[in-house]
């Protein structure tokens, strides 16, 4: 089992930046791909970015925080944790943020094929 914990959520003024965390245990992301999905109030989820955790490899989808480089995901392997940082936030960047493992980028994209998923974390944007 892989445990995921996400953290750094909170309120931020627009424009603002955040990074979040994502630390496993359990197990190590080695053999996973590892991505950041959020879910605002009264909407789908969606993905923000994947990161393939042995080649470092990334994908970001064609939306509003993915726009001019606003998200960046990484990775760190010493201590088994992923992050998320988005810039100039917006009101309507608001929501729960995953983290989630799964096998593959092309499944995950779908927002299919994932095997864990953390509690999220709660980011607030104030305008």
């Known amino acids: 089992q892989l445990q995921l914990v996400e953290s750094g959520g909170g309120l931020v003024q627009a424009g603002g930046s955040l990074r979040l965390s994502c630390a496993a245990s359990?197990?190590?992301?080695?053999?996973?791909?590892m991505g950041w999905f959020r879910q605002a109030p009264g909407k789908e989820r969606e993905f923000v970015a994947l990161?393939?955790?042995?080649?470092?490899?990334?994908?970001?989808?064609d939306s509003a925080v993915s726009a001019k480089g606003r998200s960046n995901i990484s990775r760190e392997h010493a201590n088994n944790t992923g992050y998320l940082q988005v810039n100039s936030l917006k009101p309507e960047d608001k929501a729960v943020y995953y983290c989630a493992a799964g096998r593959t980028i092309s499944t995950m994209r779908r927002n299919d094929g994932i095997d864990y998923w953390g509690k999220g974390t709660l980011v607030s944007v104030s305008s």
């Open positions: 990161i393939s955790w042995s080649d470092g490899s990334t994908y970001y989808p």
């Open positions: 359990g197990r190590t992301f080695s053999n996973y791909v």
